[in-house]
């Protein structure tokens, strides 16, 4: 079967052959081409049929061997499979398995700002990935992405216009990135769920905004928590917060219930839609994580069939808590004292 890419590679094949003499640059230049004109790479194809469209695109790198986690450590069901069996969890929690969710969440809480800390110019995401690896191990953890679906790593790191899971590979963060580390701890039989965005170096104001503006709206979705309201006030929130700044709030992805299991049926849109109309009740245990961009909120996957990325190439942010409906609001499992983003920015 001959797919668009070796179609393509033809093509441009049969126009390398009939230019001459052939240019063979294997970097973009400093200054680049205008739209129609010749691509820099001497392909003989317009810049924008060839190199325009990936310039300045996260590309994918190598992605190192599977890690492993001592047997000694509590493993959830799909650690060895793969595979994820669902079953029925209550949606509102006892108070055995609150207090359990509050230490996962505290110890991924830690992980996540110990992990921020690393961020730089020039480490690689798959070093981030070995240190968060290790941090959990430390710690009796298990790394919840290891194995989930398959997932091949232990946190997920989406750089620039990635959205969200990211695999960490041999791809060195660059001087002016933002990276989003999402972690999940598994610890004590439950799952605590937390992400924010880093800077890499020295960040464009236009993406300091986008990463400021998504944590403020991440908090004020979990402002927007209150017992006997539906869900659907945590995504008007977060959608009126990121309108006031013309931005695009990412549909395909959303919160969920998490507990004994990593994703369980709770769905916390965070974009306003009168569906979702499911009464918070005290003892629910959810996540409010909202990606958040500087143009579409349409997005696209890569060929690895987990990397999600913007559908314009235009950067993204997100932040995420996993939180407890309480009487009169919630209590945020991964937030507080030493956390990275530990209450609403305007409390602090
Ligand atoms: N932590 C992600 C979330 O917030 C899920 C990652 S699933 C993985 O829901 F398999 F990609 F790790
Ligand atoms: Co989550
Ligand atoms: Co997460």
Request: proline residues 7%.
């Amino acid at each position: 079967m001959i797919g668009r890419a070796s179609l393509a590679a033809a093509r441009r094949l049969g126009r390398a052959l009939s230019w001459e003499p052939m240019q063979t640059l294997s970097h973009a230049p400093v200054v680049l081409p205008q739209a129609n004109e010749p691509c820099w790479c001497g392909s003989g194809r317009k810049y924008k049929r060839c190199h325009k469209r990936s310039e300045g695109r996260v590309l994918p790198g190598v992605v190192s061997p599977v890690r492993t986690v001592p047997a000694t450590i509590g493993r959830p069901p799909y650690a060895d499979t793969g595979e994820v069996v669902r079953w029925d969890e209550p949606r509102v929690k006892t108070p055995d398995v609150i207090a359990r969710m509050r230490v996962a969440g505290r110890l991924a809480a830690e992980i996540l700002r110990l992990a921020g800390e690393r961020v730089r110019p020039g480490i690689t995401t798959d070093e981030i990935d070995a240190y968060v690896h290790e941090l959990h191990v430390e710690r009796d953890c298990y790394p919840s992405p290891l194995n989930y679906h398959g997932y091949p790593k232990s946190v997920c790191t989406s750089v620039n216009e990635v959205i969200c899971h990211g695999i960490p590979d041999s791809r060195p963060l660059q001087d002016g990135d933002i990276v989003n580390l999402d972690v999940t701890a598994f610890y004590g039989g439950v799952h605590g769920d937390t992400n924010a965005t880093f800077g890499v170096g020295d960040v464009d104001p236009a993406s300091r905004q986008l990463v400021r503006v998504t944590e403020e709206a991440t908090w004020h979705g979990i402002e927007a928590v209150k017992p006997g309201r539906p869900l659907s006030d945590i995504g008007r929130a977060i959608e009126d917060h990121a309108k006031q700044y013309r931005y695009g709030v990412i549909r395909a992805f959303i919160g969920h219930g998490i507990g004994e299991q990593f994703h369980s049926d709770i769905q916390v849109l965070h974009y306003y839609d009168s569906r979702a109309s499911m009464i918070m009740r005290p003892g629910m245990t959810f996540t409010i994580e909202p990606m958040i961009s500087l143009g579409t909120w349409q997005h696209k996957m890569w060929d690895d069939d987990w990397t999600a990325v913007t559908a314009d190439g235009k950067r993204t942010a997100q932040f995420e808590h996993t939180i407890v409906v309480t009487d009169d609001g919630c209590d945020v499992l991964t937030g507080g004292d030493g956390a990275v983003s530990p209450t609403a920015p305007w409390n602090r």
